[in-house]
């Protein structure tokens, strides 16, 4: 199975600073047709993940442009501009090139 | 708007069996893929269960092959997740999911049903 390794898995940032959350696979998901089915998933408490992010730098229709998504290959970086404060909560990535899909462990972020 | 809304979930004894539904509304179900997902308390998703959009090729989690079966009823857009031989660590919220496009896997989840696997 590919390994997704996220960092840091807990990130304290204050209102309107910036964000970063590294995501690592243990392979490359790079699909045959050239393209990286990764996204990036948000989760508040008690409610399902609302995916942001996908094929590692598309945005979902709805999403706030600070909101930002590079990487290829095996590394990949969830970046927010500036930090409000309804984007408190977890963030996952996730591979869909190999099968089975899997997760990162979660960056929990917290308004410092 | 997209809607998926599962229902099912419960207590159950070890060894128990449980049937999930996914009730799929706001878009044209039998163009879609679709997954069936969990996250245990405290963790992160874990994802269960794939199903094309006829029916066929289904795959599955290693650990639930052979107890879990997934299916799909196109003229009622439903989806569902038949689970046997059911274990405490099965015990988690399971979600239904979209794949958008036959690529990325998974847009849109459900609220999730919790599923409790106890004596």
């Known amino acids: 199975d590919v390994v997704m390794t996220q960092s840091p898995l807990s990130l304290p940032v204050t209102l309107g600073q910036p964000a970063s959350i590294s995501c690592r696979s243990s392979?490359?998901?790079?699909?045959?047709?050239?393209?990286?089915?990764l996204s990036w998933f948000h989760q508040r408490p008690g409610q399902s993940p609302r995916r942001l992010i996908y094929?590692?730098?598309e945005r979902d229709s709805g999403v706030p442009d600070r909101f930002s998504g590079s990487g290829s290959g095996s590394d990949f970086t969830l970046k927010i501009s500036r930090v409000e404060a309804e984007d408190v909560g977890v963030y996952y990535c996730?591979?869909?090139?190999?099968?089975?899909?899997?997760f990162g462990q979660g960056t929990r972020l917290e308004i410092k | 708007e997209v809607q998926l809304v599962e229902s099912g979930g419960g207590l159950v004894q070890p060894g128990g069996s449980l049937r999930l539904s996914c009730a799929a509304s706001?878009?044209?179900?039998?163009?879609?893929?679709m997954s069936w997902l969990r996250q245990a308390p405290g963790k992160g998703p874990e994802w269960v269960a794939y199903?094309?959009?006829?029916?066929?090729?289904?795959y599955y989690l290693d650990s639930v092959e052979g107890r879990f079966v997934i299916s799909r009823d196109n003229a009622r857009d439903s989806l569902s997740l038949q689970m046997n031989s059911l274990r405490p660590d099965d015990t988690a919220v399971y979600y239904c999911?979209?794949?958008?496009?036959?690529?990325?896997?998974?847009?849109?989840w459900g609220q999730g049903t919790p599923v409790i696997v106890s004596s």
């Open positions: 094929e590692a730098s």
């Open positions: 996730m591979q869909g090139t190999h099968w089975p899909l899997t």
């Open positions: 392979r490359s998901v790079v699909f045959i047709d050239g393209k990286a089915y």
């Open positions: 199903i094309a959009k006829d029916g066929t090729p289904k």
């Open positions: 706001g878009f044209t179900f039998s163009r879609h893929w």
């Open positions: 999911a979209r794949d958008p496009d036959g690529s990325s896997k998974v847009d849109h």
